[in-house]
C-alpha cells in the first residue's frame, strides 16, 4: 500500500512538518513521488517510521537512529523499550502494534497485546494503548486509506482478546440489574460495546450482549419477555442527522421503561433532538460513573 505524509503523521502521531525535517536533515524516509511530485511512502517506510519514532520516545536522539540499518534499529528497540517512562512505553506498544498489524504479524501483535494487558490490565490498557490505538486506525479507515484486510485482522485479535476476559469473569446470575447491550442493524464495529460488556461483567452486572447489527424489531421482542433495567448502544457510523433522529425516536419509544446510554461519534449524537431522557456519555470515565450510579439506583 501507499500512503500520504498526512497518512503517516495520522499513523505515527508525529506531525507532517516534522517528517519532513526529519526527511531533509537525517534521510529518515525516503518517498517515491507521484505525477504531481507528491511525496507516497510504502509499507516499509511506514515500519520504519514508527521504529524511529518508538525510539525516538525512548530518549535517542532522531540523527542517531536515521544512521542505523533497519536490523540494528530492531535490535535497539528490543533493549530500550523495557527502561522507558510509562508514557513512552505507551506509545512504544501503539507504533509497535500498528506496525505489526500492518505487516499482518499475528504472533507479534497479539504477543504484545499480551504483554500490555499483563503489565497494565485489560481496562487501562484499553484506556492508554487499544483505544488510542483504534482511534488513529479509524481516521484511516474512514477514509480507505487502509485495506480492509488490516482492519479485520487487528479488530478481530484485539475482539479476541477481549472474548477471552470476558470468558474468565464469573455470570452474575442475581445481578439486581440487567443490561441490553448492542449495536444499530448498520453498525459492525463492535470493540467499544465489548469493552462495556468487559466493564459491566467485572462490576457484577448481568449482560445480555447481542453485539453488532441488531434490528429494533429485536429489541422490542427482547424487552417484551425480558425485565431490562438498562439499555446500551453505540452509534459512530456517519449518518444523515434524519436517519440518525428516526433511529433514536423508534429506539425510544421501544425502550420507554428502560433507560438509555448512548455513546459514539459526538459529530451524530450531538445534532439528535429530544434526547433528555438519554444518558449520553462522552468518555470512558462517565461511562464507569453511570455503572457506579446504576448500582445505587
Same mark, same amino acid.
Given at each position: 500500500m501507499t500512503y500520504s505524509i498526512s497518512d503517516l503523521e495520522q499513523l505515527s502521531g508525529i506531525q507532517s512538518h516534522t517528517i519532513r525535517i526529519w526527511e531533509q536533515r537525517?534521510?529518515?524516509?525516503?518517498?517515491?513521488?507521484?505525477?504531481?511530485?507528491t511525496r507516497l511512502y510504502?509499507?516499509?517506510?511506514?515500519?520504519?517510521?514508527?521504529?524511529?519514532?518508538?525510539?525516538?520516545q525512548a530518549g535517542l536522539k532522531i540523527s542517531k537512529i536515521c544512521k542505523l540499518s533497519d536490523q540494528a534499529v530492531n535490535e535497539l528497540i528490543d533493549q530500550h523499550y523495557g527502561s522507558s517512562s510509562e508514557s513512552e512505553?505507551?506509545?512504544?506498544?501503539?507504533?509497535?502494534?500498528?506496525?505489526?498489524?500492518?505487516? /499482518?504479524?499475528e504472533f507479534s501483535f497479539s504477543t504484545?497485546?499480551?504483554?500490555?494487558?499483563?503489565?497494565?490490565?485489560?481496562?487501562?490498557?484499553?484506556?492508554?494503548?487499544?483505544?488510542?490505538?483504534?482511534?488513529r486506525l479509524g481516521f484511516m479507515w474512514r477514509k480507505d486509506d487502509i485495506c480492509p484486510a488490516h482492519e479485520h485482522f487487528l479488530s478481530n485479535?484485539?475482539?479476541?482478546? /477481549? /472474548?477471552?476476559a470476558i470468558n474468565s469473569i464469573p455470570l452474575q446470575v442475581d445481578a439486581e440489574k440487567t443490561w441490553l447491550l448492542f449495536l444499530p442493524e448498520d453498525e459492525d464495529h463492535d470493540?467499544?460495546?465489548?469493552?462495556?460488556?468487559?466493564?459491566?461483567?467485572?462490576?457484577?452486572?448481568?449482560?445480555? /450482549?447481542?453485539g453488532s447489527k441488531v434490528p429494533t424489531d429485536s429489541i422490542a421482542k427482547i424487552l417484551k419477555n425480558v425485565a431490562i433495567d438498562h439499555a446500551l448502544l453505540f452509534m459512530t457510523k456517519l449518518r444523515l442527522?434524519?436517519?440518525?433522529?428516526?433511529?433514536?425516536?423508534?429506539?425510544?419509544?421501544?425502550?420507554? +421503561?428502560t433507560q438509555i446510554h448512548l455513546a459514539g461519534n459526538s459529530q451524530v449524537i450531538d445534532k439528535l433532538e429530544n434526547i433528555d431522557?438519554?444518558?449520553?456519555?462522552? +468518555?470512558?470515565?462517565?461511562?464507569?460513573? +453511570?455503572i457506579q450510579k446504576s448500582q445505587s439506583l
Amino acid at each position: 500500500m501507499t500512503y500520504s505524509i498526512s497518512d503517516l503523521e495520522q499513523l505515527s502521531g508525529i506531525q507532517s512538518h516534522t517528517i519532513r525535517i526529519w526527511e531533509q536533515r537525517y534521510n529518515a524516509l525516503k518517498p517515491m513521488r507521484s505525477d504531481g511530485n507528491t511525496r507516497l511512502y510504502d509499507d516499509n517506510q511506514l515500519v520504519r517510521l514508527l521504529n524511529i519514532v518508538s525510539l525516538n520516545q525512548a530518549g535517542l536522539k532522531i540523527s542517531k537512529i536515521c544512521k542505523l540499518s533497519d536490523q540494528a534499529v530492531n535490535e535497539l528497540i528490543d533493549q530500550h523499550y523495557g527502561s522507558s517512562s510509562e508514557s513512552e512505553q505507551n506509545e512504544f506498544y501503539i507504533s509497535q502494534l500498528i506496525k505489526y498489524g500492518i505487516a /499482518f504479524n499475528e504472533f507479534s501483535f497479539s504477543t504484545l497485546m499480551d504483554e500490555a494487558i499483563l503489565k497494565l490490565g485489560m481496562i487501562n490498557s484499553y484506556r492508554l494503548i487499544i483505544y488510542p490505538l483504534l482511534v488513529r486506525l479509524g481516521f484511516m479507515w474512514r477514509k480507505d486509506d487502509i485495506c480492509p484486510a488490516h482492519e479485520h485482522f487487528l479488530s478481530n485479535i484485539i475482539r479476541q482478546k /477481549f /472474548f477471552a476476559a470476558i470468558n474468565s469473569i464469573p455470570l452474575q446470575v442475581d445481578a439486581e440489574k440487567t443490561w441490553l447491550l448492542f449495536l444499530p442493524e448498520d453498525e459492525d464495529h463492535d470493540i467499544g460495546l465489548l469493552f462495556a460488556n468487559y466493564m459491566l461483567r467485572i462490576n457484577k452486572q448481568k449482560v445480555i /450482549f447481542l453485539g453488532s447489527k441488531v434490528p429494533t424489531d429485536s429489541i422490542a421482542k427482547i424487552l417484551k419477555n425480558v425485565a431490562i433495567d438498562h439499555a446500551l448502544l453505540f452509534m459512530t457510523k456517519l449518518r444523515l442527522k434524519n436517519a440518525a433522529q428516526n433511529y433514536i425516536d423508534q429506539l425510544s419509544e421501544i425502550c420507554s +421503561s428502560t433507560q438509555i446510554h448512548l455513546a459514539g461519534n459526538s459529530q451524530v449524537i450531538d445534532k439528535l433532538e429530544n434526547i433528555d431522557h438519554i444518558n449520553w456519555f462522552k +468518555s470512558l470515565d462517565e461511562f464507569e460513573n +453511570s455503572i457506579q450510579k446504576s448500582q445505587s439506583l
